[in-house]
């Protein structure tokens, strides 16, 4: 039987595991951006994502109930907003470097913070709220050099591009996660991964009448490699969560920026400025003052139902 301390090492361990293959997956896809559109990206990280999300399934015995579902339009807006955020992410990923791509797309817990209040009807008390006002800061600091390409005609404005898509990303990205959080009430977890895969797979086919192209050898490897990546990845994810609570785990997704920082290097030449750093530095601040403040929410729930009576 497995000890409190094994679940938890277990649960750090699929955590950076998860970091890791979703870092591949994003490299592998800014590879193949440089002249594969992102409708035709997001069908290849979805697409091929399916098999391993099925063998996944089938280990865990759930391959005849896991997938059944008793909200299909739930699913559906799950998916187009999710889909919508990896077009924009994937997009972003072919007009700017990775670490700082990486960066503005951690303003996603920020803003589920946000979210959470105007659609779950969550309270936001003042700690969370100046949290949330910090990591906004620290993505007005990466944004802003980019977006005066908009009135410098000395700069490139598809970089200003890229950051928005950036921050577009994060926004539906945030938006993906309420919806997940609301298909959670109902849903198995089997169910969301493989009907996402599949909604995603078949909104992004739709994207074939404008602009595929036909991949050469390197690029087609590249994208296969990018699903294979992504599906490993959302196990390693869900088995994470599986084995601890969010408030341990969530904080080790900061690892990620060290490997975009180390892979935009030493892959991709690119150096980062030391405005970024700062508002990387505001915005992971804030992102684990978030996740502190939620682990800490949660424990004194727990601590609320145990001191209840049975009568309430």
């Known amino acids: 039987m497995d000890t409190p301390k094994q679940n938890t090492?277990?649960?750090?361990?699929?955590?950076?595991?998860?970091?890791?293959?979703?870092?591949?997956m994003a490299t592998l896809i800014k590879i193949a951006s440089v002249r594969v559109p992102p409708g035709e990206t997001v069908f290849f990280r979805s697409f091929f994502g399916l098999p391993i999300i099925l063998v996944w399934i089938a280990m865990r015995g759930e391959l005849r109930t896991g997938l059944k579902t008793d909200n299909p339009l739930g699913h559906f807006w799950r998916g187009l907003v999710g889909v919508t955020a990896m077009s924009m992410g994937f997009a972003a990923l072919g007009l700017l470097p990775l670490s700082e791509v990486k960066a503005i797309q951690y303003?996603?817990?920020v803003l589920v913070v946000i979210f959470a209040a105007m659609f779950l009807g969550e309270r936001v008390r003042a700690f969370r709220l100046t949290a949330v006002a910090l990591?906004?800061?620290?993505v007005l600091i990466i944004m802003s050099p980019r977006l005066t390409a908009f009135s410098d005609a000395g700069k490139d404005p598809y970089l200003a591009i890229g950051a928005i898509l950036a921050f577009g990303s994060a926004v539906m990205a945030g938006l993906a996660h309420v919806f997940v959080r609301k298909l959670t009430m109902s849903e198995p977890t089997s169910a969301i991964v493989f009907w996402f895969a599949v909604t995603a797979s078949t909104l992004s086919f739709m994207t074939l009448p404008f602009g595929w192209v036909w991949p050469t050898g390197p690029e087609a490897a590249a994208l296969i490699g990018a699903g294979l990546c992504g599906g490993i990845g959302q196990i390693f994810l869900t088995s994470s969560y599986r084995y601890a609570d969010a408030s341990v785990v969530a904080p080790f997704e900061y690892f990620s920026i060290l490997?975009?920082?180390?892979?935009g290097y030493f892959v991709f030449?690119?150096?980062p400025t030391a405005v970024m750093l700062v508002?990387?530095?505001l915005i992971v601040?804030?992102?684990?003052?978030?996740i502190w403040r939620e682990g800490k929410l949660g424990?004194?729930?727990k601590q609320a139902r145990k001191a209840m009576t049975p009568q309430g």
């Open 9 to 24: 090492l277990i649960a750090i361990l699929s955590k950076l595991g998860a970091v890791i293959f979703f870092m591949g």
């Open 107 to 109: 303003a996603q817990p």
């Open 135 to 138: 990591g906004m800061i620290g």
């Open 259 to 263: 490997l975009a920082l180390g892979i």
């Open 269 to 271: 030449a690119e150096v």
């Open 279 to 281: 508002g990387i530095a």
């Open 285 to 290: 601040c804030a992102g684990i003052l978030i």
């Open 299 to 301: 424990k004194e729930r």
